[in-house]
């Protein structure tokens, strides 16, 4: 083997064990519906945001039972047992430790363990653009204006905190 090819593999090795990774933290937190799904039902609802968007009771209403929804199929999806998601976390890493141990770089094997995950990560995002479709919906012109424009807010601040 080149010194190339091995360095190639070896990068290839450690991108695919960084991704892997990464993943896997987010689900085992519960998912990324919890760090913006979750916060933006909050957001929406809280009292001083329903007052400056002048939300009607029945929009409310509405946004709570969108909320409720996406907060359901989230559960369905990640499923409610503990134990037997810690028991997939632990399977996977389990194939990641093989795959990465193993004499040769199983390629198939590795995508087969990447696209596991990236199809879970496609669904969490298709619900979460559902939910916000939904909610733009629920919104007239002018409250989705000023919601746009509370966002953007929100989003700088977010990252001068991070920053």
Same mark, same amino acid.
């Given at each position: ?31 990324m519906h ?31 039972a969108?909320? %409720?929804? *996406?907060?359901?199929?989230? !559960? ?5 047992? @503990?134990?037997? #998601? $810690?028991?997939?976390?632990e ?10 141990s ?12 990447l ?8 669904e ?17 012109? %002018?409250? *989705?204006?000023?919601?746009? !424009?509370?966002q953007?807010?929100?989003? @700088?601040?977010? #990252? $001068?905190?991070?920053?």
């Amino acid at each position: 083997m080149t010194k190339v090819n091995a360095l190639s593999k070896l990068v290839l090795i450690c991108g695919l064990a960084t991704a892997t990774l990464g993943a896997g933290s987010v689900l085992a937190k519960g998912g990324m519906h919890d760090k913006q799904g979750h916060s933006q039902a909050r957001f929406l609802l809280s009292e001083r945001v329903a007052d400056k968007l002048d939300l009607t009771d029945e929009q409310q209403t509405k946004l709570e039972a969108i909320f %409720e929804a *996406q907060k359901t199929q989230m !559960k369905a999806l990640r499923g409610d047992d @503990k134990e037997a #998601r $810690k028991a997939q976390r632990e399977a996977h890493k389990a194939k990641m430790d093989a795959l990465l141990s193993a004499p040769t770089f199983d390629e198939n094997a590795a995508k087969e363990l990447l696209n596991a995950r990236h199809e879970k990560g496609t669904e969490i995002g298709l619900i979460k653009l559902k939910t916000q479709h939904q909610v733009m919906q629920v919104l007239n012109a %002018e409250q *989705q204006e000023k919601f746009a !424009k509370m966002q953007k807010r929100m989003g @700088k601040k977010h #990252r $001068k905190q991070r920053d």
